[in-house]
Antibody, heavy 116, light 111 residues
Framework: EVQLVESGGDLVQPGESLRLSCAAS????????MNWVRQAPGKGLEWVSH???????YYADSVKGRFTISRDDAKDSLYLQMNSLRDEDTAIYYC??????????WGQGTLVTVSS | QSALTQPASVSGSPGQSITISCTGT?????????VSWYQQHPGEAPKALVY???ERPSGVSIRFSGSKSGNTASLTISGLQTEDEADYYC???????????FGGGTKVTVL
C-alpha cells in the first residue's frame, strides 16, 4: 500500500524556520517526482514545490528564495526546509507523488502555523 | 502564477448531472493537456479523479468525466450522489516558470 506520512509541522513565529519531512513507503520512491502542496485554513490548494527524479527543482513564486525542497532516496524521504516564515505560510502542507502528470498519492498533511 | 478560475459553488439534485468549469490561459490549459481534477472531502486529503484532461485513474467512477476546449477545462459529474458533496479542484501544468497551478476550488452541494 502506498503511504506518505508528513511530519514536522509546528507553531512558529514570523521569521523563524521549520523543516518538514515526508516518509514514503509501499512504492519505489526513487522512481517518482515529488511535490509539496499546501492549503491555508478554509482556502484552496496551492502548489509549493516540485523535485524530479534527477534533481530538477521548481518553486512557486510565493516561496522562491525562502523554501528548499530536497529528497533522500536512500531514506525514502522528501523534505521542505522553510526559512523566513510569514503569517501567510500558515497552512496544511501535503506531500504528493506525481506520475503521468497527476498527483496520484497524497499524505494526510502536517499543519504549520506562523503567528506571533 | 495566477490561479485557474473556477465557480465558487455548483449544486444539483441527486441523479442530475453538473459541470464545473476551469478557465486558464494560453500558457497553461490552452497549451497543454496536463489537466487534472481532484475531489476533497472535509478533513481529508485530495483524491485524483481525472488526469490528462479526460483519463480516469483506476478505481474512479465513470460518473466523473473531463474535457477541454481552448483555455477552459471541465469536469462533469453524472448521476449526482450525496457522497459527491465535496470541494473540487482543477490543476494544470503551467510550463517551466509556473510548473503547476491549481484552481480556486468549487464547492459542490447535493440538494
Amino acid at each position: 500500500e502506498v503511504q506518505l506520512v508528513e511530519s514536522g509541522g509546528d507553531l512558529v513565529q514570523p521569521g523563524e524556520s521549520l523543516r518538514l519531512s515526508c516518509a514514503a513507503s509501499g512504492f519505489m520512491f526513487s522512481d517518482y517526482p515529488m511535490n509539496w502542496v499546501r492549503q491555508a485554513p478554509g482556502k484552496g490548494l496551492e502548489w509549493v514545490s516540485h523535485i524530479s527524479t534527477d534533481g530538477g527543482i521548481y518553486y512557486a513564486d510565493s516561496v522562491k528564495g525562502r523554501f528548499t525542497i530536497s529528497r533522500d532516496d536512500a531514506k525514502d524521504s522528501l523534505y521542505l526546509q522553510m526559512n523566513s516564515l510569514r503569517d501567510e505560510d500558515t497552512a496544511i502542507y501535503y506531500c504528493a507523488r506525481d506520475i503521468n502528470w497527476v498527483f496520484n498519492a497524497w499524505g494526510q498533511g502536517t499543519l504549520v502555523t506562523v503567528s506571533s | 502564477q495566477s490561479a485557474l478560475t473556477q465557480p465558487a459553488s455548483v449544486s444539483g439534485s441527486p441523479g442530475q448531472s453538473i459541470t464545473i468549469s476551469c478557465t486558464g490561459t494560453n500558457s497553461d490549459i490552452g497549451n497543454h493537456n496536463h489537466v487534472s481534477w481532484y475531489q476533497q472531502h472535509p478533513g481529508e486529503a485530495p483524491k485524483a479523479l481525472v488526469y490528462e484532461v479526460s483519463e480516469r485513474p483506476s478505481g474512479v467512477s465513470i460518473r466523473f468525466s473531463g474535457s477541454k476546449s481552448g483555455n477552459t477545462a471541465s469536469l462533469t459529474i453524472s448521476g449526482l450522489q450525496t457522497e459527491d458533496e465535496a470541494d473540487y479542484y482543477c490543476c494544470s501544468y503551467g510550463g517551466i516558470y509556473s510548473f503547476w497551478v491549481f484552481g480556486g476550488g468549487t464547492k459542490v452541494t447535493v440538494l
